[in-house]
């Protein structure tokens, strides 16, 4: 561990996409690539925090100074945070899948011909940020941060799901296409608080995770 201003703190990352099982062979997936949230976990980790990285599949290797635990499914992402609770701060940079498969098959789905296409019957996932923010004492950390990942109306929806999932901070950032932020090295976010909005210019992602890692340093009161 190195000794920098969050020593002692406790941290958990969620990052990557989630896998949604359809059947043994088959998932439902998102295109998060798992930068931006490992990117954290590294700036947190460099700055002297006990990160807990729990990633969905990505082709990232694990980063060094931190543990690492790795997840399939939204539930399995879920889990792996409550265990690891409490802690004083959570970011959640993960796209977790809002929806699994309620009919996922125990055997690979056979094509037979003559046969319609199978339906797939979605059922909501739990919401892993939600879970964390409105967890009571002693399990709700000091310090929650969301991401908003939007195609359209970015600052509306962000400040909703900063009012309707209970945590302290929404970083948003735009992933319509052409935006390059699925799986790019670079990043343009808005910080929403309780307070206003920042917003960043255009950087790599590396560097938004640093300044996120300063940001959260001062909130903590350890700058
Ligand atoms: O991984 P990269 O390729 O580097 O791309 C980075 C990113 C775009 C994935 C990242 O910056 C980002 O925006 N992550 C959040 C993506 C997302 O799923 O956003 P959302 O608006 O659908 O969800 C809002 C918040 O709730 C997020 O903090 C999300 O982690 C959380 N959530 C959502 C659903 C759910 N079931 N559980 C959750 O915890």
Do not use: Y
């Amino acid at each position: 561990l190195s000794d920098g201003p969050l020593k002692g703190v406790k941290a958990i990352v969620t990052s990557g996409p989630t896998h949604e099982a359809i059947d043994p062979v088959r998932f439902i997936a998102n295109r998060s690539s798992g930068k931006q949230g490992h990117a954290i976990a590294s700036a947190l980790a460099a700055m002297g925090a006990e990160v807990t990285l729990v990633s969905g599949p990505v082709s990232l290797a694990d980063p060094a100074g931190m543990t690492v635990v790795r997840v399939e499914s939204a539930l399995q992402m879920l889990n792996a945070v409550r265990q690891r609770l409490p802690a004083d701060l959570v970011v959640c940079a993960a796209a977790v899948a809002d929806w699994t498969v309620a009919n996922r098959a125990s055997e690979k789905r056979k094509k037979k011909a003559g046969d319609p296409p199978p339906t797939i019957q979605l059922a909501p996932n739990p919401d892993i940020l939600m879970t964390v923010s409105k967890a009571e004492a002693p399990l709700r950390p000091r310090l929650v941060v969301g991401f908003a990942a939007e195609t359209e109306k970015l600052m509306e929806h962000a400040a909703d799901k900063l009012a309707r999932k209970g945590c302290d901070w929404i970083v948003a950032n735009d992933v319509s296409e052409g935006s390059g932020t699925f799986g790019g090295d670079a990043n343009t976010v808005h910080i929403i608080d309780g307070t206003g909005t920042e917003s960043w210019p255009a950087m790599s992602k590396d560097d938004v995770a640093r300044n996120l890692a300063e940001r959260i340093t001062k909130a903590l009161g350890k700058a």
